[in-house]
């Protein structure tokens, strides 16, 4: 599967903004998707992720109750709905799919496709 993230922008503290992961080559129904960011000079971190049933979701302390994370699988489409934001949520966004949610979801080795990354820049 190939997946495609956008959504991303410049937006001010307390801000909004919604991501999108579309994939393409395959249905996106049969994947687990995990979003992950990385700012600079920093590791890549887990945000959020959601098992291919829906049913399984997890987030990042830092994010949790400000970002949702939701699949549309008639649109092949995973968001990420990302609201009081803060400047230290600056990074670029990558989404990841796994085939049946395979592996551990926070860990970003579990996932075999990844999106080329959105930039999301929070100003204070």
């Known amino acids: 599967v190939q997946l495609q993230a956008s959504g991303g922008g410049l937006v001010q503290a307390g801000g909004s903004l919604r991501l999108s992961c579309a994939a393409s080559?395959?249905?996106?129904?049969?994947?687990?998707v995990g979003w992950f960011r990385q700012a600079p000079g920093k590791e890549r971190e887990f945000v959020a992720s959601?098992?291919?049933?829906?049913?399984?979701?997890y987030y990042a302390k830092s994010v949790k109750g400000r970002f949702t994370i939701s699949r549309d699988d008639a649109k092949n489409t995973v968001y990420l709905q990302m609201n009081s934001l803060k400047p230290q949520d600056t990074a670029v966004y990558y989404c990841?799919?796994?085939?049946?949610?395979?592996?551990?979801?926070?860990?970003?080795?579990?996932?075999?496709?990844w999106g080329q990354g959105t930039l999301v820049t929070v100003s204070s």
């Open positions: 080559g395959d249905t996106l129904s049969t994947y687990g």
């Open positions: 990841a799919a796994a085939p049946w949610s395979r592996g551990i979801p926070t860990i970003s080795g579990s996932y075999d496709s």
């Open positions: 959601i098992s291919w049933s829906g049913a399984t979701i």
